[in-house]
């Protein structure tokens, strides 16, 4: 995914520092840009601001519906609510049959194996992984990122671990690191979540791709050049791929 610059927000309370006055700290910027940062900046894009006046006055029209329902015609009411909670099921089978269509009509497959961008022209990818109590697969987690076909001059790869978690952390400095695999620790706050980790991590990506794997993940040798390569062919409104 191409990667979105970040911008430090006013969202948290000033710390004190040594030398006199108030203000941020580095750790202290970034953290609030993990967990104020699209609030501030596109409220109507965060689940943090809660639902608009519209979706409340339509979730409490469809609420009083539905027990007027209830009480009037139970049968035909819960007929009616088995159909609409039908809808958004169907329409995810719909989707995925249309992607594999699509996938399959066009021989997609078969041209991004053969779509290759030159060595020389690569970008620098950054592999994000959070980590949270993760110890027992760090070992698999290293062997499978080390298979990554990808120039090692050309690729960021940060171990994201909680601050709070010395488990994971031990296990990190038991295992040999490549040059281009460093350990970031993020500082303890609330919410200690996963997006929380990821948006602090990422102000210190310094790829022009990111990808994001779980502890678990062996992803494919080449994936991030097949990735990559559907990218770099497709219109510039496709920010994202999912494998």
């Known amino acids: ?20 006055g108030d203000r941020l700290c580095a750790d202290d910027w970034r953290l609030q840009e993990a967990v104020c940062g699209l609030a501030s900046r596109s409220p109507e894009l965060s689940a943090a601001t809660g639902l608009p006046d519209w979706q409340k006055r339509t979730l409490a029209a469809l609420a009083a519906g539905a027990g007027c329902g209830a009480l009037l015609a139970p049968e035909s009411a819960l007929i009616v609510l088995l159909a609409v909670m039908a809808i958004p099921f169907l329409l995810v089978v719909a ?13 997609e497959v078969r041209r991004l194996q053969e779509l290759r961008v030159a060595e020389e022209a690569l970008p620098l990818y950054t592999i994000l992984v959070p980590l949270f109590r993760e110890a027992p697969v760090v070992p698999q987690l290293v062997c499978a990122l080390e298979t990554i076909d990808y120039p090692r001059d050309k690729l960021e790869v940060l171990l994201i671990v909680e601050s709070i978690d010395g488990e994971t952390q031990a296990a990190l400095r038991k295992v040999r690191l490549d040059r281009h695999m460093r350990v970031l620790v993020v500082p303890d706050g609330s919410p200690r979540t996963k997006p929380r980790a990821l948006q602090y991590a990422l102000q210190f990506a310094k790829g022009d791709y990111v990808v994001v794997y779980d502890a678990e993940d062996v992803p494919a040798p080449d994936q991030l050049r097949r990735a990559l390569a559907a990218l770099s062919a497709a219109p510039d409104r496709l920010g994202c791929l999912q494998a």
């Open 1 to 20: 995914m191409q990667r979105a610059r970040t911008a430090s927000l006013n969202c948290m309370p000033l710390r004190k520092v040594r030398g006199g």
């Open 95 to 107: 989707l995925r049959g249309v992607a594999l269509w699509h996938l399959l009509g066009r021989a």
